[in-house]
C-alpha cells in the first residue's frame, strides 16, 4: 500500500507490530536453539549408559513442549495480522 493511499492513513502505527513479531522471532530461535541442543543431549545419552536418559528425555520434551507454544503464540500472531494488512 502506497503511503499516499487513503487506507495508509487509516492503518494503526505498525512500530508495535514489529516489535512484537521481533520478541516472538528471538524466543523461536530461543526455543529452537533449546530443543536442538536437547535433542543432541539426548543422542549422547543413548550411547552413554552412565548418563541419565530419563533426565534427558525428560529435558528434550520439555522443550517440544516449549518450540510448539512460542508456534502457537507466532500463530496466534500471524492471524491478528492479517486483520491489520487487510483493512
Not at 508495535?16 to 530461535?29: I, M
Not at 543432541?40 to 529435558?59: G, H, I, K, N, Y
Request: charge should be negative; include cysteine.
Amino acid at each position: 500500500m502506497a503511503l499516499d493511499d487513503p487506507r495508509a492513513s487509516s492503518l494503526p502505527s505498525l512500530a508495535p507490530f514489529w516489535g512484537q513479531l521481533q520478541e516472538l522471532e528471538t524466543k523461536y530461535r530461543e526455543a529452537k536453539a533449546a530443543h536442538d541442543r536437547a535433542r543432541r543431549r539426548l543422542e549422547v545419552a543413548r550411547r552413554a549408559p552412565d548418563m541419565d536418559l530419563q533426565s534427558c528425555w525428560e529435558v528434550y520434551c520439555e522443550s517440544i513442549f516449549s518450540l510448539d507454544a512460542v508456534t502457537s503464540e507466532l500463530e496466534r500472531f500471524r492471524g491478528n495480522a492479517i486483520h491489520i494488512f487487510s483493512s
